[in-house]
């Protein structure tokens, strides 16, 4: 990012804070009626840090991320406790659990060498499925494998991961839940072309991408890949990171904001953005998603 940008971020921000926490009455009267772009439009959510061990504990995690403005969370498979003490919490609070991450991807790749592992592989994308939908979520993020060497190639990652996952497809169908892809620091599908026909070749409307803003920035402006991806995006991970500090506070990298609200806009998205990642406090991850997304 350069320093103007990032000049220009921080000032929006301390701004902002200013008004909300602290500035006259007319000018927080004027910020809280400003038409926000994204509200309605972009639901925001947290990965979460784990939904919590039995039922009183995932209320009060609802309920805490529920006081800070969020829509939602975002859970686990495997990773969730009880799913009927989640649906109970859930009900209570009123706060929805929108979906899961596959949580076996990394080790038992849909890519690995050995059927075997991608057998395992498998098994877990259609049991995060299930876990989805059970409780009430609409998709699952999925890493199709690793580029590892000359037994792992890139031409096997694709291979390999679209024979799996279309296996999966049919259970995806009949629960109605969908597998998204998510672009990740994996040696796979480093350009957004790459990427739209990888997705386009599994030729199903139950897989799309999950697209990770921040993750995309180390090869390409996140904007570019939104317009080429459109429609096949489902979901957003928001992060950010910059040459100068990797991975980051939200509005401290070198994701240009303003570029990206522009291309959602003009792909007319609309749906989930879930913070991976921390800032300042929970708060400040808030404030700073309602900020960057225009929320």
């Known amino acids: ?19 909300v926490f602290g500035g006259s009455p007319l000018t927080q009267a004027a910020e809280e009626k400003r038409p926000r772009r994204n509200q309605g439009k972009i639901f925001k959510a947290d990965k979460g840090g784990g939904i919590g061990s039995d039922e009183k504990g995932m209320i009060e995690k609802l309920e805490q991320y529920q006081s800070l403005g969020f829509d939602g969370l975002e859970g686990a498979s495997p990773g969730i406790p009880d799913l009927n003490a989640l649906n109970r919490a859930m009900k209570q609070t009123g ?6 991450v596959d949580m076996v991807h990394w080790k038992q790749r849909l890519s690995d060498p050995d059927p075997a592992v991608r057998e395992i592989g498998r098994a877990a994308l259609e049991q995060a499925v299930l876990d989805s ?10 890493v ?18 679209i024979v799996e996952i279309r ?3 049919p259970v995806a169908k009949r629960e109605k839940i969908k597998i998204l892809v998510e672009n990740v620091w994996n040696g796979f599908c480093e350009t957004p072309d790459e990427f739209r026909d990888y997705i386009d070749e599994i030729d199903s409307e139950w897989v799309g991408v999950y697209f990770d803003i921040g993750n995309v920035r180390k090869f390409g402006k ?6 080429i991806l459109g429609p096949r995006i489902g979901k957003l991970d928001v992060k950010d990171w910059g040459v100068e500090n990797g991975f980051c506070r939200l509005g401290e990298g070198d ?11 003009e792909i007319n998205y609309t749906g989930w953005a879930t913070r991976e990642g921390r800032d300042n406090s929970l708060e400040d991850t808030a404030n700073q998603m309602d900020i960057l997304l225009d929320l």
């Open 1 to 19: 990012m350069d320093q103007t940008r990032r000049d220009f971020v921080k000032t929006a921000a301390i701004g902002v804070g200013a008004t």
């Open 95 to 100: 706060m929805p659990v929108h979906g899961v």
């Open 133 to 142: 939908k059970a409780i009430g979520g609409t998709t699952v993020l999925l």
């Open 144 to 161: 199709p494998g690793r580029v590892a060497g000359e037994n792992e190639t890139h031409d096997d990652v694709w291979k390999r991961s």
């Open 167 to 169: 296996k999966v497809v």
């Open 222 to 227: 996140p904007e570019d890949w939104i317009r």
């Open 255 to 265: 994701v240009d904001w303003p570029a990206v609200r522009e291309a959602l806009a």
